[in-house]
């Protein structure tokens, strides 16, 4: 006999309770309000320390068994929400990703609304198995009222507990928590600014160590190729503007377009012109032969050649 097929709950009954339909009891907004202000006062100096406590926040506002903030992620093959400052049962799946085109979170953000869920580990199949999730109020993250951030959502342990003024509170709420994500953002890119700039100065300073260690050569060189002043001032200026051309062919590149890179034997060219003879019509003492080579700062002056089987060879 053919087994009975069971088919999968439709995800469109797990948002079917519309949240304005419920009353709102009585409550004290004044010590809702003063609790929010209270926290947002203590933003400014240390923003990131503030998320956990707007979660626990949320669990005591609202009454729920456990709360947590879903940030998204882009990332490959197909972009996912990470779980951040999770509170009451879910606090173990601390870090844990969920898929961004299958879930309450992505479904919130779609609606750019407030969204309440009914059960919804019997959707969706990567909710841990034995857990129930009676209710899950869902709030949009923004920095702005463009960029979506993620989530901040609340479990209650039974169908009916949340309310609409349950929901007011936590987008005001959720307010804060993306003023806060976007304090974090930004002290993170500066901070990564400053990395960078240290990073430079010390390149630079280790960059003009080199070229002093160059230049000095080059005098010493070139002193014992010439016989009088002039000799020397023409050399060391023909060798100096080689060093010149030759860096401006490797230079970093700052555009999309990968303009620094240039061929090999025309950097070596470049290169070994001043030690080449006058134009008399007499031979090259020089002579550069084999394949073209792209190359740029990162092949030829940061890093040895290291394709298989090649050398380099100069000939006199």
């Known amino acids: 006999m053919e087994a009975a097929k069971v088919s999968k709950p439709d995800v469109s009954t797990v948002y079917a309770v519309d949240l304005s339909?419920?009353?709102?009891?009585?409550?004290?907004?004044?010590?809702?309000?003063?609790?929010?202000?209270?926290?947002?006062?203590?933003?400014?100096?240390?923003?990131?320390?503030?998320?956990?406590?707007?979660?626990?926040?949320?669990m005591e506002l609202t009454g729920g068994i456990s709360a947590g903030i879903s940030l998204l992620e882009q990332t490959e093959p197909s972009p996912v929400f990470r779980w951040h400052h999770l509170k009451g049962i879910l606090s173990p799946f601390n870090g844990a990703t969920t898929p961004r085109d299958f879930s309450p979170c992505g479904i919130t953000l779609?609606?750019?609304?407030?969204?309440l869920t009914i059960h919804p580990e019997r959707v969706y199949d990567w909710i841990p198995p034995g857990l129930s999730l009676p209710e899950v109020l869902l709030v949009p993250?923004?920095?702005?009222?463009?960029?979506?951030?993620?989530?901040?959502?609340?479990?209650?342990?039974?169908?009916?507990?949340f309310h609409c003024g349950h929901g007011a509170t936590m987008q005001e709420l959720a307010g804060f928590i993306g003023?806060?994500?976007?304090?974090?953002?930004?002290e993170q890119e500066l901070q990564q600014a400053l990395e960078q700039q240290e990073l430079l100065t010390?390149?630079?300073?280790?960059?003009l160590k080199n070229l002093f260690t160059i230049v000095d050569g080059m005098i010493r060189i070139s002193a014992r190729s010439t016989d009088n002043k002039d000799d020397l001032v023409a050399l060391l200026s023909g060798r100096l503007h080689a060093l010149a051309a030759a860096h401006s062919l490797v230079?970093?590149?700052?555009?999309?377009?990968?303009?620094?890179?240039s061929n090999l034997a025309e950097l070596l060219s470049i290169v070994t012109e001043p030690h080449e003879p006058p134009a008399t019509g007499g031979r090259r003492r020089l002579s550069l032969r084999g394949p073209s080579v792209l190359c740029g700062e990162q092949s030829v002056m940061a890093r040895q050649f290291g394709w298989e089987g090649a050398t380099i060879r100069m000939t006199r």
Do not use: C, N
């Open 179 to 186: 003023i806060a994500l976007k304090m974090v953002r930004s």
């Open 21 to 58: 339909q419920r009353p709102v009891p009585q409550g004290d907004a004044a010590r809702e309000k003063a609790a929010l202000l209270q926290l947002a006062r203590r933003m400014h100096d240390a923003p990131g320390e503030m998320l956990p406590r707007f979660v626990e926040l949320a």
């Open 251 to 261: 230079r970093p590149s700052f555009s999309d377009v990968q303009g620094a890179a």
């Open 202 to 207: 010390r390149e630079m300073s280790h960059g």
């Open 141 to 161: 993250l923004y920095i702005g009222r463009t960029e979506p951030l993620g989530t901040l959502w609340i479990v209650a342990d039974r169908i009916g507990h």
């Open 110 to 115: 779609e609606r750019s609304a407030t969204t």
